[in-house]
């Protein structure tokens, strides 16, 4: 991809979004001050920073879902100040938003067309019509999705997929996109590239938010630095270094992404034996030893989050049996397995993992409540509570103007943050870590590193689930493979590489043998 | 993501409502003489319309995700007006606009509190219902008005054909209802938007607009199931919207454990009514006292919120 600077930077009529001055405050946090921001015609345009950093809100603003508090932003030269959401799209403007925004008991069909329903000449809604509208658009993304399914029937990345197909419908000439591969896994993602390839060629503008790096230097021509709601930098990509760029996303340096530490690893903690879950896999076995952090990949839809959930009992299984150190313990509910030192941190935070109208106190605390912070038999301990949620709130990161703030009005990256925080002041044996550092910036993510590696060092087992393989071959000490909800292959990360274990997560066979008839 | 084919524990599941209301009527035919003539049936279709008529704006309403319970005061204050009004000799025409300007008046005052105020919908409907108690109170000081209007009375008290109008009002309604729901692009957006309101704020549609809409057809929908049920019992009985309230509460959600996925939905709501008035009827015509009838109702509330809470918890995953 070639950049498409040059001559035309500076030309105004081939800046197609302006945002001159933009302020922006919510009670308690300046979200956005006097930022600037300017993307050019048929440029695919990153804008990164850390959690928090205000990405979501300018987006949210340029749509006119939010309206700033001073500042100009012009679409095209128009400026936008009077128009509302229906104006800005008819500029050709549209939004994949961080939190899809999905009905989930409506159809496929019904959610791609929400909205912009073709109607029969009575004026009622033509389903026919609306089913093959919708199919259109699909179509140019995936095809293994049906219109006419329930929207809360599919899979995280379906969802997305779908939400993606959702903001074509007005045939935008520039696409922002809100983290869109967060919930993508690698096969996903790269066709979803290619899709945006043909795109842009056809002259679409593209704003891409991601904490990806690597996506960003594959797919980006420019990028646009965000830190505390104020433009750092904008310049081409292929002129800044990923260092560099780190350094102007956290405004401190990192050494290395992913700290790589070696453990001692102990005894056998967990055994899981013939585990059938119920929703879906088959026949898992596994041994997970203390200091151990043991990786499983896997495309989506493999089944990981069905294995953690069946272990954690969040969801029944058909057979199997657990043993922690070599005795046979029930999980038949998450209670009993927390009683037992489980812990598992969701995937989908809003779902599963948080109580959007609490506070971040509160939702921190929920899961140690018993354990840590009471005296007697319900006393709260309050000083020791907050003093304890002040210190993760430090360690981590997390972007909140205090601990009081309601969950749901922080950033998606700080919402995830919180329920990593809720599950590592748990102090459990055994941690289940899903797709923890999914829409976490960058140094939000080696922090979670970092404790990760802590607990393993005090002897906590610890599986890691993620799509990430570059983080799950830096922190892992092996990886368990799963393909179509069976463990197809058993890694040492130490004998592995990336080109090995993305062939087994396409649900190759052998490795060796292929490579060696190459 | 291939469709499954039903088995017989989601026929259960998806019908079970509509299986008891079939096994009630079966059982009562068998226990008491006389239940399964044809004049009872008839009997219960002609006095399951007002409720089934306000069921249908709760219904509404509750689609949006809010509830309205005004209805236990319009449907009295409505009844009082009308009846009253005959009673000084003014036309029937005048007496249904006032009825129905009553209906738009409490619809928008309810729309006010909760969509622009932002008020909670239970409290401040629970409110308006107390305020329309009092101002029925006011208006008959508490005395039962009887219309002696043959010719007001007709109006529901009549056949059409072979069949009493009050049911063709009822399904005509029904129909309406469930036409705008399934059929047209408001009643998407009022269903999609309780769904999730970001959602449908996002595509630019006006939901708080539409949702203030909900609110006053509702009160439109009171206001007639009260001239209804006014002109079918023949007069103003003090608090007739009290009555009603649990029942209208209890057919539609057992409307939600019919049909759809623990969700209100107009078939649901017009079987939950038809429901409702067979076991009562039923009881009756078992013997059962009167003062048991509330009882009653509480239990079958009870147990149609407790089927749809289980279903709706069965298809949004266990949480923790
Ligand atoms: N509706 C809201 N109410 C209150 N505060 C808000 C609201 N929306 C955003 N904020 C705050 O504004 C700041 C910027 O949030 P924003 O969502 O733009 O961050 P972001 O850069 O998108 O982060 P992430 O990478 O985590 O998605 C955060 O501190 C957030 O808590
Ligand atoms: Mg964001």
């Given amino acids: 991809m070639n ?21 922006k405050s919510f009670p308690g946090v300046r979200a956005l001050k006097e930022m600037d921001f300017e993307v050019i015609r048929g440029e695919v ?121 959702r903001a074509l419908v007005t045939s935008p000439r520039i696409l922002i996109l809100d983290e869109p591969t967060a919930r993508l896994d690698q096969k996903t993602s790269d066709s979803f590239f290619l899709f945006l390839e043909r795109a842009k060629q056809k002259g679409l503008t593209v704003v891409y938010i991601s904490h990806r790096l690597e996506e960003i230097y594959r797919i980006c021509d420019r990028v646009t630095v965000l830190r505390d709601g104020t433009k750092i930098i904008t310049a081409p990509i292929n002129e800044i270094p990923q260092t560099e760029l780190v350094k102007y996303m956290l405004g401190r340096e990192i050494e290395q992404q992913v700290p790589k530490e070696s453990v001692p690893i102990g005894e056998v903690k967990l055994s899981v034996r013939d585990l059938y879950p119920k929703e879906k896999g088959k026949d898992i076995n596994f041994d997970l030893k203390s200091g151990e952090i043991l990786g499983i990949v896997g495309s989506i839809g493999a089944g990981k989050s069905e294995v953690a959930r069946a272990i954690f009992g969040a969801d029944p299984k058909q057979s199997g049996t657990i043993r922690i150190s070599g005795k046979e313990v ?26 959007g109208n609490e ?48 969950v749901q009005f922080l950033s998606g990256g700080t919402q995830q943050k919180v329920v990593v925080a809720k599950w590592l002041m748990s102090d459990s044996d055994i941690y289940i870590f899903d797709e923890p550092t999914k829409g976490i910036d960058v140094g939000g993510k080696y922090d979670i590193y970092k404790l990760i590696v802590d607990l393993a060092r005090q002897g906590a087992g610890i599986i890691f689930i993620s799509n990430e393989l570059t983080e799950v071959l830096s922190l892992c000490d092996r ?37 060696n008839d190459l | 993501m291939q469709k499954q084919s039903m088995t017989s524990k989601d026929i259960i599941n998806n019908y079970g409502a509509t299986f008891g209301f079939i096994i009630a009527i079966v059982v009562f035919s068998i226990t008491s003489r006389g239940f399964f003539s044809g004049l009872n049936l008839q009997n219960i279709l002609v006095q399951s319309t007002s409720l089934g008529i306000c069921a249908f704006g709760l219904t509404f309403v509750l689609i949006t995700g809010e509830i309205d319970l005004s209805y236990g005061g319009v449907i009295g204050l409505v009844g009082a007006v009308l009846a009253g009004m005959l009673k000084d000799g003014h036309s029937i025409g005048l007496v249904t606009l006032v009825c129905l300007a009553i209906g738009l008046g409490t619809g928008v005052f309810n729309a006010i509190l909760i969509v622009v105020l932002k008020l909670p919908s239970f409290l401040a409907t629970v409110a308006v219902m107390f305020l329309c108690m ?86 439109l929908i009171f206001a007639f199931a009260g001239y209804i049920e006014t002109l079918r019992i023949g007069g103003a009985v003090m608090y007739a919207g009290k009555q009603l309230l649990l029942s209208v509460l209890a057919a539609c959600f057992l409307g939600t454990a019919t049909f759809k996925a623990g969700k209100a939905n107009f078939p649901g709501t017009l079987i939950g009514a038809f429901f409702l008035y067979t076991l009562l009827s039923g009881f009756t015509a078992l013997g059962m006292k009167f003062y048991l009838v509330p009882v009653a109702q509480g239990l079958i509330l009870i147990i149609s919120v407790a089927i749809s809470s289980v279903r709706r918890g069965k298809i ?5």
């Fill in chain 1, 45 to 165: 345009h990153a804008l990164v920073g850390e959690n928090g950093a205000g990405k979501s809100t300018l987006m949210k603003i340029i749509v006119r879902e939010y309206i700033e508090d001073e500042g100009n932003i012009f679409i095209e030269g128009n400026n936008v100040k009077d128009l509302g959401i229906r104006g800005v799209q008819k500029l050709g403007l549209s939004l994949i938003h961080q939190d899809l925004n999905l009905i989930p008991m409506l159809t496929v069909a019904q959610n791609i067309c929400l909205g912009r329903e073709p109607v029969t000449r009575f004026g009622t809604i033509d389903w026919k019509a609306m089913g093959l509208k919708a199919a259109d658009f699909l179509g140019q993304i995936t095809s293994e999705i049906n219109v006419e399914d329930r929207v809360e029937g599919l899979s995280n990345s379906q969802q997305q997929l779908m939400a993606i197909a």
């Fill in chain 1, 330 to 355: 029930k999980t038949n509910a998450p209670h009993d397995a927390i009683d037992h030192g489980f812990a598992l941190i969701p995937e989908e935070r809003r779902d599963q993992g948080l109580v």
């Fill in chain 2, 316 to 320: 949004e995953q266990v949480q923790f």
């Fill in chain 1, 479 to 515: 990886i368990l493979v799963m393909f179509n909800g069976q463990i197809i292959k058993e890694l040492e990360t130490q004998a592995s590489n990336r080109e090995e274990l993305l062939f087994y997560v396409m649900g190759g066979r052998d490795y060796a043998k292929t490579v």
């Fill in chain 1, 3 to 23: 950049s498409p600077m040059g001559d035309r930077v500076g030309n105004q009529e081939d800046i197609v979004i302006k945002a001159e001055r933009v302020s």
């Fill in chain 2, 134 to 219: 009092g101002a029925e109170r006011v208006y008959n000081q508490g005395i039962t008005t009887w219309i002696r209007d043959q010719g007001v009375l007709s109006i529901v008290q009549t056949n059409i054909g072979p069949v009493p109008a009050l049911v063709l009002y009822l399904f005509a309604l029904f129909a309406i209802c469930w036409f705008l729901q399934t059929q047209t692009k408001a009643g998407q957006y009022v269903r999609a938007l309780g769904e999730n309101i970001n959602a449908v704020k996002e595509v630019g549609i006006r939901a708080d607009l539409l949702k203030f809409l909900v609110f006053v057809v509702a009160g």
């Fill in chain 1, 359 to 406: 506070s971040v106190r509160k939702n921190m605390t929920m899961a140690a409540l018993k354990k840590k912070f009471c005296v007697g038999p319900s006393w709260i301990d309050q000083d020791k509570e907050t003093a304890a949620v002040k210190t993760s709130i430090k360690t981590l990161g997390i972007a909140t103007p205090s601990p009081e703030q309601e």
